[in-house]
């Protein structure tokens, strides 16, 4: 279907808000689509001799900014309409948290469950060789994503400095630390998406030490999003959590940190002892006050939204929430935290790898904590007092901000 393909979903909502800020039409044209995208065919020799033929993308979708900056999702389902929808949140994402990047994203469509070690590096070195010309700290650069990690980003630099001959560690961000990442990258979504919960929380009147939350997804982000909550909020109650295999809730609350070792010792939540079962769909529709949808786009449309009770949604996943449900969301009170905003604070730490690769000096896990702390506080601010200006709801006002300060940029330019 149509309106579910992820790149009409970024355009509809580049759409709407150009409408409300009353965009002139050639740059808001400009603005529906990459400015540069690419295509490649990657012949890998796998462990049994045979080669495999991969196919590959990278889409800079915005540079208007500074740079292009984007993770690489390695995904059997990956075609390049995700990865335009991706590079076109990306640009918002970084505009929206005020850093000077631009937006972008690369993909391979493969099944990295199915592949070794060595055969993951081969492609990992192909993927550079490939694309290596249109990258560069001052070009575009890529991080991890879907299926992809440190590990991998290592040969992807290793590569691209070989390819080079000289030392270039600001190409990849969220590299391993002893090569040049940086402190507090690993929780750094989940960090940034509490922050702004905490911000929101006080705006709407919700005491998050007393409130109750739940978290739809378990993977890195939503693990941390379960035991952060508690950290920086200094209280609140778990009821429930789930996985692709399903999920486990107990009113009267769950352990984060013992929920989060039974996950990574059993690879599921399902199982968790003193919890019930719990599918997905009923998880997002319990009568909790915080929710962090932490897991796929979509989960959250028009079949189900007059039925989800929370007050405040978190959103850690990317797109999660279709356009139809956030009108119902809003219509009925409830304040969404919109994915380029709630999720921003890996983007902003892979920024702050940048900045200290490019002067060789870095920093401590505290001042980096302090750093996202400031920046995510401030996003929010500017989305939330257009969302009263404008009287729009949060991802229309989170899309204002961040298309304002693009359009500028490209009009300063004298691109349109």
């Not at 055969?119 to 992809?148: F, Q, S, W």
């Not at 009568?287 to 007050?311: H, Q, R």
Request: aromatic fraction near 8%; charged fraction near 25%.
């Amino acid at each position: 279907m149509a309106e579910m393909n992820p790149f009409k979903i970024a355009q509809q909502q580049l759409d709407e808000s150009a409408k409300k800020l009353g965009l002139d039409q050639a740059t808001h044209e400009f603005l529906r689509w990459p400015q540069r995208e690419y295509r490649f065919t990657l012949p890998v020799k796998m462990d049994n001799g045979r080669t495999r033929v991969f196919h590959a993308y990278r889409v800079q979708y915005n540079g208007a900014r500074g740079p292009t900056k984007g993770g690489l999702r390695w995904h059997p389902d990956e075609t390049i309409d995700t990865v335009r929808a991706l590079a076109a949140w990306m640009t918002w994402k970084c505009a929206v948290v005020n850093i000077p990047l631009g937006g972008g994203k690369g993909g391979v469509t493969c099944n990295p469950k199915e592949m070794t070690e060595t055969e993951k590096e081969r492609l990992a070195r192909a993927y550079i060789r490939a694309v290596a010309r249109e990258l560069g700290v001052h070009r575009d650069v890529p991080a991890p994503d879907v299926y992809t990690n440190p590990q991998i980003m290592a040969w992807m630099m290793d590569e691209y400095e070989t390819i080079l001959g000289e030392s270039h560690p600001g190409v990849i961000t969220g590299k391993p630390i002893a090569i040049g990442g940086s402190q507090g990258r690993g929780d750094a979504t989940a960090r940034g998406g509490v922050y702004v919960v905490r911000e929101a929380s006080q705006k709407i009147g919700l005491d998050p030490t007393k409130a109750t939350y739940a978290v739809q997804g378990f993977g890195n982000a939503g693990q941390y999003a379960a035991t952060l909550h508690n950290e920086i909020l200094g209280g609140g109650r778990l009821v429930a959590v789930s996985d692709s295999s399903g999920g486990v809730v107990n009113k009267d609350g769950i352990d984060p940190e013992e929920i989060v070792r039974f996950k990574l010792e059993t690879g599921k939540v399902s199982g968790f002892p003193g919890t019930k079962a719990i599918t997905n769909e009923e998880l997002l529709e319990l009568d909790v006050d915080i929710l962090y949808p932490a897991a796929l786009e979509g989960v959250i449309t028009d079949a189900n939204a007059g039925n989800i009770k929370a007050k405040l949604i978190c959103e850690l996943a990317n797109g999660p929430t279709t356009p139809g449900a956030d009108e119902i969301l809003h219509g009925k009170g409830t304040l969404i935290l919109p994915d380029f905003l709630a999720n921003a604070g890996g983007v902003t730490v892979s920024y702050f790898e940048q900045v200290q690769n490019t002067y060789n000096y870095y920093w401590s896990l505290e001042h980096v904590h302090e750093q996202l702390d400031r920046r995510m506080t401030d996003a929010f601010n500017a989305v939330f007092d257009t969302r009263e200006k404008a009287k729009a709801h949060m991802r229309l006002a989170a899309y204002m901000v961040s298309v304002t300060r693009v359009a500028e940029a490209c009009k300063l330019r004298g691109w349109v």
